[in-house]
């Protein structure tokens, strides 16, 4: 077939979408076309190809047998079409070099500032844009487009998004050295911690995510203290005796080597979950991202 006689990729998509609607008027409407333009195209359609595609009655738009054929092969042709202006949209991105990063707040906080750091190095002229949120809310700003990468520290990634883990992390039960588990010889059992009102993250958080599949494993709930959206604030009532703290290892490793704060044991209590690069698999990566990626690791 020579290029004049090529179908147009966006008459093909109005051929299959009124095989899937059977109706040319619901189609035109949809796209905001008049019907007889529309049935001016599709007429042209078939000249161009040489042969009839549908059968037009009273009832609807039916395809011929030729039709069904030509609409099977212009599904995958058409996929293909939206994959390769997605990728062209990525490399337009890339060219840009700006990449827009949602972080939840540990990793913001004691990660993504050498991740950003050795960026830098080996690509000076990707500019970085980060939304700090808490991992839930990470992957709704990546599920909507809103940001095409994502690091969240929760267990649970939805199906429908891409993944890779970059790394793992503990959370650790620290108090106060005032505090009458800093003396404890042994490990404090898991129901003793359950009844204890404790200082944690809000709900949607990838830290309290952790916390609460632990107890619940053991059919457990957690006791709230103090919760708030802040790991400084937290450490801050913990050091102040307030209460026993559940955060990252690397949010608290400090305060316990400068002896502000203890690390408790709990008996039986796994806390240990990984941090996860998430992104929409449909949306080719920017060279940006994947230069991220790359530098994280995993």
Same mark, same amino acid.
């Given at each position: 077939?020579?290029?004049?006689?090529?179908?147009?990729?966006?008459?093909?998509?109005?051929?299959?979408?009124?095989?899937?609607?059977?109706?040319?008027?619901?189609?035109?409407?949809?796209?905001? !076309?008049?019907?007889?333009?529309?049935?001016?195209?599709?007429?042209?359609?078939?000249?161009? !190809?040489?042969?009839?595609?549908?059968?037009?009655?009273?009832?609807?738009?039916?395809?011929?047998?030729?039709?069904?054929?030509?609409?099977?092969?212009?599904?995958?042709? *058409?996929?293909?079409?939206?994959?390769?202006?997605?990728?062209?949209?990525?490399?337009?991105?890339?060219?840009?070099?700006?990449?827009?990063?949602?972080?939840?707040?540990?990793?913001?906080?004691?990660?993504?500032?050498?991740?950003?750091?050795?960026?830098?190095?080996?690509?000076?002229?990707?500019?970085?844009?980060?939304?700090?949120?808490?991992?839930?809310?990470?992957?709704? *700003?990546?599920?909507?487009?809103?940001?095409?990468?994502?690091?969240?520290?929760?267990?649970?990634?939805?199906?429908?998004?891409?993944?890779?883990?970059?790394?793992?992390?503990?959370?650790?039960?620290?108090?106060?050295?005032?505090?009458?588990?800093?003396?404890?010889?042994?490990?404090?059992?898991?129901?003793?911690?359950?009844?204890?009102?404790?200082?944690?993250?809000?709900?949607?958080?990838?830290?309290?995510?952790?916390?609460?599949?632990? *107890?619940?494993?053991?059919?457990?709930?957690?006791?709230?203290?103090?919760?708030?959206?802040?790991?400084?604030?937290?450490?801050?009532?913990?050091?102040?005796?307030?209460?026993?703290?559940?955060?990252?290892?690397?949010?608290?490793?400090?305060?316990?080597?400068?002896?502000?704060?203890?690390?408790?044991?709990?008996?039986?209590?796994?806390?240990?979950?990984?941090?996860?690069?998430?992104?929409?698999?449909?949306?080719?990566?920017?060279?940006?991202?994947?230069?991220?990626?790359?530098?994280?690791?995993?």
């Amino acid at each position: 077939m020579s290029g004049s006689a090529r179908p147009s990729l966006d008459d093909l998509d109005l051929l299959v979408a009124v095989a899937e609607k059977g109706s040319i008027g619901a189609v035109a409407q949809e796209r905001r !076309l008049s019907q007889p333009q529309l049935s001016r195209r599709l007429s042209a359609l078939e000249r161009r !190809l040489g042969t009839r595609l549908l059968e037009r009655s009273t009832r609807g738009s039916e395809l011929t047998a030729t039709g069904q054929v030509v609409v099977d092969w212009a599904v995958p042709l *058409l996929a293909a079409a939206d994959e390769f202006s997605r990728s062209v949209q990525a490399l337009n991105e890339a060219a840009a070099s700006d990449l827009s990063v949602a972080v939840s707040m540990t990793i913001a906080e004691y990660l993504a500032p050498s991740w950003l750091g050795r960026l830098h190095v080996s690509n000076p002229h990707v500019h970085v844009s980060i939304r700090v949120e808490n991992s839930r809310r990470v992957i709704e *700003l990546v599920e909507a487009g809103d940001y095409e990468l994502g690091f969240v520290e929760t267990p649970a990634v939805p199906a429908e998004l891409a993944h890779r883990r970059v790394g793992r992390d503990r959370l650790m039960i620290a108090v106060a050295p005032t505090h009458e588990w800093a003396t404890r010889s042994g490990p404090v059992p898991v129901t003793e911690l359950a009844e204890t009102e404790l200082l944690v993250r809000e709900s949607g958080s990838g830290t309290r995510f952790t916390l609460d599949r632990a *107890l619940q494993r053991h059919g457990l709930s957690l006791r709230e203290g103090m919760v708030v959206a802040s790991n400084t604030a937290l450490r801050a009532a913990a050091t102040a005796g307030v209460g026993p703290i559940v955060l990252s290892s690397l949010a608290l490793t400090e305060d316990v080597a400068a002896g502000r704060l203890r690390d408790v044991e709990v008996a039986g209590l796994d806390l240990q979950r990984p941090f996860t690069a998430v992104w929409r698999p449909e949306r080719a990566l920017s060279d940006p991202a994947r230069a991220l990626l790359d530098v994280v690791g995993g």
